[in-house]
């Protein structure tokens, strides 16, 4: 048999086990549709309704109407769609134009088998496979080009739930300082709030920032100090190194974008301007920007003259009002006090460290010194025990 004979059937071979888990990929399919449509209010099993039970959410199916849009499906991006697809979102829209490559498999998201596969037609597998409710739509392209941005632009301001609609959401999750700004630029011409995310490239440390139009500083207002000092971002980039190589802290960051994300979107808890995270100390920073007045970008400025034509909506405190005593002078210092509500001494809780409490003080271990006790008994008899027992 010559060598062609045997590398035809060696790809004849090949195609019938393709078709074999064809087939037994589709019927896991529909087992997991037909689980999934069973998924109703009634069932104990919901993505997000453990929050709702707990009082923390007031409706969680709302996430069915939300749309995000995540740009970048790599050590942050995939990690960060998993999570949202598991939590139910209704629309998930990812960019990228890069391919797996075995590189990639320190991910959490991404196998050996679909290597060479665009990264956002091998997450959209693994997404339907592992919900099919939501829906998940793909672009495979580079938004820092002219034509690119144009369509990324139209996709951000109609890829919402209904019908002409913006999404509700951008998340970045690029590792370049070109998309980022692309991004920036497209948030702030269609007054969209979104997330910028990065970790560093010695993969030690990593960050999240929230970012609105007009009310906290966008990407531009403070650029990084590669830019500032004029130098070519692609000379940092070390040949044969892949940054951010840690899935830890990759899983860290990606946790802390999504949890941040549901906050907003369902609106509970507080959400981050700025929280980012070294791994060396553990330390958590947080902090807000303002907008730059002095900004490069036009529709920034543009964004902030609109918030700040804004009505500002002022808290109106209650101030107690506190009665004067009936008697300026006590000169014999005589205080009234109700008998009938015991005295408590409430001391403040121990403070450990910055943010940091005891819940409660132990209670003093020192045994109290009753008035009569007996003290030390050892060299005392019996009969003189009972003699002072008696005299009590």
Known sequence: ??????????????????????????IQREKIEKMSAEVVDSNPYSRLMALQRMGIVKDYERIREKSVAVVGVGGVGSVTADMLTRCGVGKLILFDYDKVELANMNRLFFTP?????????????????????????????????????????????????????????????????????????????????????????????????FIRPGDTACFACAPPLVVAENIDEKTLKREGVCAASLPTTMGITAGMLVQNTLKYLLNFGEVSDYLGYNAMIDFFPKMSLKPNPSCDDRHCLLRQKEFAAKPKVEKVETVEEIQAPVHEENNWGIELVDSSAPVTTEAKPKEVSTGLKLAYDAPDKTEAVVEGAVGNTADISLDDLMAQMKSI
């Open 1 to 26: 048999m010559s060598a062609i004979e045997q590398l035809r059937d060696k790809l004849v071979e090949l195609q019938s086990e393709l078709e074999k888990h064809k087939d037994e990929n589709k």
């Open 113 to 209: 088998d679909q290597a060479g596969l665009s990264k956002v037609e091998a997450a959209a597998s693994t997404l339907n496979f592992i919900n099919p409710d939501v829906t998940i739509e793909t672009h495979n392209y580079n938004i820092t080009t002219v034509e690119s941005f144009d369509k990324f632009l139209d996709t951000i301001k109609n890829g919402g739930i209904a019908s002409n609609s913006s999404v509700d959401l951008v998340l970045s999750c690029v590792d370049n300082f070109e998309a980022r700004m692309a991004i920036n630029a497209a948030c702030n011409e269609l007054g969209l709030n979104w997330f910028e995310s990065g970790v560093s490239e010695n993969a030690v440390s990593g960050h999240i920032q």
